[in-house]
């Protein structure tokens, strides 16, 4: 019989990365591990595994560096509500990131504007105040949001001790991103609250701005719970015991270095400009991050939980949905503000079946969860035998979108009849779900109105066909 011992006392046999590679390469499917890289906002690459840093940063002297606080940093993060802001003179640095911008931008920003701080303190005779507050945005990304923070406290770090800036200390507030929260499922508001936070204590923060999960909706009982994530985190979690529980991953010390080193080029490129300069580099950078991330966010490349994936149903009548927005440029209200003009109208979809269970299984499913996000009656019909018979029930259903789902092969033969007959003899507004690409443009010439498939922009799918029906309406 195998004891605890003879567990413990099991050697392995050491693996070098190549096998680690070549195992991983036979467990995927048709990838590499190599395919799986990915990038951040910043163009920093993410990668499927990390290795030991050549250059590994000793973080512990750096939080423990008295300018952070003359206490252990994460023993003693602050609690600050909404209406108390106003306590400490805040760098603004969540502006930024509101306006679109990366986590480059942001410690530019707060370093440019933190190295003025020091000047107007250091012109201050009186020297009522030698303390910086900055107020930074919880990153929607958690690992970066860990390494934004050390990195920027990196970079404010050496720039003190360089000069030999012994007098004055400096302190970091996350406030929530709001641009994520959802007005319709307000529950998902308090998770993304909790990753946010964790992220950014991890990262070893002084303090928390609280923002109410329901935003507009505060009442007592939402402010109740969101000041409770952070003494759950506090005091049951156990982050306050740990002085910095990232120090020594491999990937939160590579992206710590990447960020500082983009970070510091970034400002030294701004630094010697003027302000109306700087702002006009700051605007014109985040306008192009921020459309990047709106066309990811509307092809789904971007998931946010609840609002363009895994949607909450049967919202007809949730008291919720009053469609008020926590701040002007919420992602999530574009696809609200559409699913309320679905919910108004009480619009509904056909889903018509061809084929055998293989040829439309999965694109009957996709389309389900599609259409659901906008919360559309859905009717799916049982698989139709004949086109004759399509044509017949098609042609009398009472829901004015159709969506046919099958093989790219069954399409061939069935698609030039249907379209143009739905198109000559009715009002149906006719989608198929792929996108044969060889077969585009005779489908919409035929009176295909369009097609779903993986990747495309919701948001102009929903506009156009919202915007079409209203059209026709009037």
């Known amino acids: 019989m195998t004891t605890i011992n003879d567990l413990k006392n099991i050697e392995f046999e050491q693996k070098s990365l190549e096998d680690w590679k070549v195992i991983a390469n036979n467990s995927l499917k048709n990838l590499t591990v190599e395919q799986l890289k990915s990038k951040y906002y910043e163009k920093i690459d993410i990668n499927p595994y990390y ?12 939080i423990n560096n008295f300018h952070l606080s003359n206490k252990n940093v994460n023993n003693n993060w602050e609690l600050l509500d909404e209406s108390e802001i106003d306590k400490y003179d805040f760098i603004d640095v969540a502006s930024f990131y509101y306006e679109g911008s990366n986590s480059i931008l942001e410690i530019a920003y707060a370093l440019i504007e933190g190295l003025k701080k020091i000047q107007s303190i250091r012109n201050d005779k009186e020297k009522n105040n030698n303390i910086i507050y900055f107020k930074f945005t919880c990153s929607d990304e958690f690992y970066n949001q860990i390494s934004k923070i050390r990195a920027f406290k990196l970079l404010f770090n050496s720039i ?18 709001k641009l994520f929260y959802s007005n319709l499922d ?11 936070l964790i992220s950014s204590i ?13 935003g507009n909706n505060q009442n007592t009982f939402s402010k109740t719970i969101s000041k409770n994530i952070n003494y759950i985190l506090k005091h049951e979690s156990g982050f306050d015991k740990v002085l910095d529980a990232s120090g020594g991953s491999f990937f939160i010390e590579k992206l710590t270095l990447e960020l500082a080193d983009k970070s510091f080029t970034e400002f030294q490129s701004l630094y010697n400009l003027n302000e109306e300069e700087q702002t006009n580099i700051y605007n014109t950078k985040a306008k192009d991050i921020k459309n990047i991330k709106l066309e990811d966010f509307s092809c789904r490349k971007k998931t946010i939980i609840g609002v363009n994936k895994y949607t909450k149903t049967n919202l007809k009548n949730d008291d919720n949905k009053n469609y008020q927005y926590y701040h002007d440029n919420n992602y999530s209200s574009i696809i609200e503000k559409l699913r309320k003009e679905v919910d108004n109208s009480n619009l509904g979809i056909t889903i018509a079946n061809f084929g055998d269970k293989n040829d439309y299984k999965l694109r009957n499913g996709f389309t389900n969860e599609l259409f659901s996000i906008l919360s559309f009656n859905i009717e799916i019909l049982a698989p139709f035998e004949t086109l004759e018979d399509a044509l017949t029930t098609l042609s009398l259903i009472e829901n004015r979108i159709i969506i046919v789902s099958t093989s790219d092969d069954i399409y061939k033969n069935i698609i030039p009849e249907l379209a143009q007959h739905l198109a000559s003899k009715t009002n149906k507004l006719l989608f198929i779900v792929g996108y044969p690409k060889e077969d585009i443009q005779r489908y919409l010439n035929l009176g295909l109105f369009g097609f779903i498939n993986k990747g495309q922009n919701i948001i102009k799918l929903f506009t156009n066909l919202t915007d ?3 059209e026709e309406t009037i």
Do not use: C, H, M
């Open 468 to 470: 079409t029906l209203k």
């Open 160 to 177: 003190l001790n360089k000069y030999n800036i012994n007098d004055i200390k400096y302190r970091i507030y996350v406030e929530n991103n």
């Open 51 to 62: 290795v030991k840093n050549k250059s590994y940063i000793d973080y512990s002297n750096i």
């Open 202 to 214: 991890i990262a070893g923060i002084n303090g928390v701005i609280v923002s109410p999960y329901d």
């Open 186 to 196: 307000i529950e998902n508001n308090i998770l993304r609250q909790t990753t946010q």
